[in-house]
Nanobody
Framework: EVQLQASGGGLVQAGGSLRLSCKVSGFRFDDYVIGWFRQAPGKEREAVSGLSVADGRTYLTDSVKGRFSISNDNTRNTVYLQMNSLKPEDTAVYSC??????????????????WGQGTQVTVSS
């Protein structure tokens, strides 16, 4: 059974940093994509970032380019979302999800089959 466990959220002041982790377990294949999504109150869930584990290609949405980065540690089956220079508008529940395949884009909510629980990120001004 595929399982994803997200962690690392918290409360941080504007300009601060957080690193989110998404630990994947339950299978042995590496042709999958991990996506990070966020949902703020009253807004739709949006794609933030993605990583193709098989070839390392990454995706970042425009609003986080230059501030966020995504990486993975294959030895730990964990994908990280490093978030720097956080802004109040980054406040949301962040979730990681998995879909099979290697194409890094598009990162669409509807294409992801397996979801971890969300982790709250709150950025104070």
């Amino acid at each position: 059974e595929v399982q994803l466990q997200a962690s690392g959220g918290g409360l941080v002041q504007a300009g601060g940093s957080l690193r989110l982790s998404c630990k994947v377990s339950g299978f042995r294949f590496d042709d999958y994509v991990i996506g990070w999504f966020r949902q703020a109150p009253g807004k739709e869930r949006e794609a933030v970032s993605g990583l193709s584990v098989a070839d390392g290609r990454t995706y970042l949405t425009d609003s986080v380019k230059g501030r966020f980065s995504i990486s993975n540690d294959n030895t730990r089956n964990t994908v990280y979302l490093q978030m720097n220079s956080l802004k109040p508008e980054d406040t949301a529940v962040y979730s990681c999800a998995l879909r099979w395949g290697t194409a890094i884009t598009p990162i669409l909510v509807t294409d992801f089959y397996h979801w971890g629980q969300g982790t709250q990120v709150t950025v104070s001004s």
